[in-house]
């Protein structure tokens, strides 16, 4: 079930990197914002580069508490929808480091990938940049993006941490059995 869910996973990374037009990007792209006016989408996209960047748009509505709360909500909002597209990338990133590993070395890593990925989006969402920011008569709404390759090295720096930290502990633990 895991390994399908990783083939889906890479073929709709390659299908999303694949795109080369700005039609279907935007058809790739209306699921996660179907909220989000077709003007911002498409000012929005064009700010971005879904081959080198990740991006997320965020809104909220403008209420009683006026522009600055609302444009607040959409940058906490666009904040949540880019951990989550953080911790995808990273957790694909870690499932690829796993695949040739042995069985017995994949259940030592399998269980804590998921910890991981939170950790790493965690830490990347610091990264992020605030690319652009829009209002309409109802609504605020803010694009974050935040960088491939410093995912990735961010990503790769953690796994590394955590196997020389885990070597650590049973190298210990062996010198203090004998």
Known sequence: MKNN?????ILLL????????FEAISQKTSALTSSIPQEVKSEALG???????????GYS????????YSASKALENSKDKLKTEIKKEANLILTSLTLDMDPQRKKIFAPIIP??????AQNQISNAVESGKWN??????????????????HTEEVFSNY???LIKKLETSVTKSN
């Open 115 to 120: 910890d991981l990925t939170v950790f790493i």
């Open 61 to 68: 509505p403008i209420s009683d508490s006026g522009l600055h």
């Open 163 to 165: 196997v020389a930290e």
């Open 136 to 153: 309409d008569e109802n609504k605020s709404y803010v694009l974050l993006t935040v960088s491939r390759e410093s995912i990735r090295k």
């Open 14 to 21: 390659g299908l999303l990197g694949g795109c080369s037009t």
């Open 5 to 9: 869910k990783f083939i889906l996973q």
């Open 47 to 57: 700010k971005v580069n879904t081959e080198t960047q990740l991006y997320s748009i």
